[in-house]
């Protein structure tokens, strides 16, 4: 009981605490990340040649501003870079560089905070302005596939992405953001993109590129 007691005047306390966030109006991330996941399919000359493509696990770059739309919700425009590598997948020749591969995305959306929550007995789990203001996320925009000195041509596709996280107000302007996303890069049922040298194709072989990505980093309010 003096436990229970104990660890309710602590959460309390660090409730009391929290800083009023309530006042800003605009608000920038800067956040490090780390990208997995995707593909594509190279085609041969002949059937059977085909040979699977992914894109490498890497760390990648992302800048948020939010601007408050009305209270709960928020209007967003994302950028993310991530400079990975196209890679064989399978066969004598599986881990090979292909070539160098920038992958650029710009979407815009907005956030939904929750700003309160209750649990199945009707207790308050998170009230307005506490210290974690957790949010689900969800953009739509443009994904830009730019390989490097290659001889490919670059590919842009019609992107959309959904996510969750959480902001940790350290002061009344600053914190920390932390979030997860999952990205599609949409590709009309497939068919031949990255067009290269010597009549070389890549194809994908499905409606979409999906790609997860974690970020953390640093908000500043304004």
């Given amino acids: 009981m003096k436990l229970a007691l104990s660890i309710a005047c602590v959460l309390a306390a660090v409730l009391a605490l929290a800083p009023d966030c309530s006042a800003r109006k605009w608000e920038v991330s800067l956040m490090a990340g780390y990208t997995m996941g995707g593909g594509f399919d190279q085609e041969?000359?002949?059937?059977?040649?085909?040979?699977?493509?992914?894109?490498?696990?890497?760390?990648?770059?992302?800048?948020?501003?939010?601007?408050?739309?009305?209270?709960?919700?928020?209007?967003?425009?994302?950028?993310?870079?991530?400079?990975?590598?196209?890679?064989?997948?399978?066969?004598?020749?599986?881990?090979?560089?292909?070539?160098?591969?920038?992958?650029?995305?710009?979407?815009?959306?907005?956030?939904?905070?929750?700003?309160?929550?209750?649990?199945?007995?009707?207790?308050?789990?998170?009230?307005?302005?506490?210290?974690?203001?957790?949010?689900?996320v969800g953009t739509v925009g443009v994904a830009h596939f730019r390989p490097g000195d290659s001889g490919y041509d670059p590919e842009t596709r019609f992107c959309a992405s959904l996510g969750f996280g959480t902001r940790l107000h350290v002061t009344e302007r600053f914190g920390f953001r932390l979030e997860a996303r999952g990205i599609a890069a949409f590709f009309n049922g497939g068919g031949a993109v990255f067009s290269g040298p010597e009549g070389l194709k890549i194809a994908v072989d499905s409606e979409a590129v999906g790609q997860g990505v974690v970020n953390a980093g640093l908000y500043y309010g304004f």
């Fill in 44 to 136: 041969g000359d002949a059937e059977g040649d085909d040979v699977s493509l992914g894109i490498r696990e890497s760390p990648s770059f992302a800048v948020a501003v939010d601007t408050v739309y009305e209270k709960g919700t928020e209007f967003e425009i994302y950028y993310s870079r991530q400079s990975t590598e196209l890679e064989i997948e399978e066969g004598a020749f599986s881990g090979q560089n292909l070539f160098d591969l920038d992958i650029h995305t710009l979407q815009i959306g907005g956030t939904v905070i929750l700003t309160q929550a209750t649990d199945v007995f009707g207790e308050t789990l998170f009230k307005p302005n506490a210290f974690c203001e957790p949010y689900f």
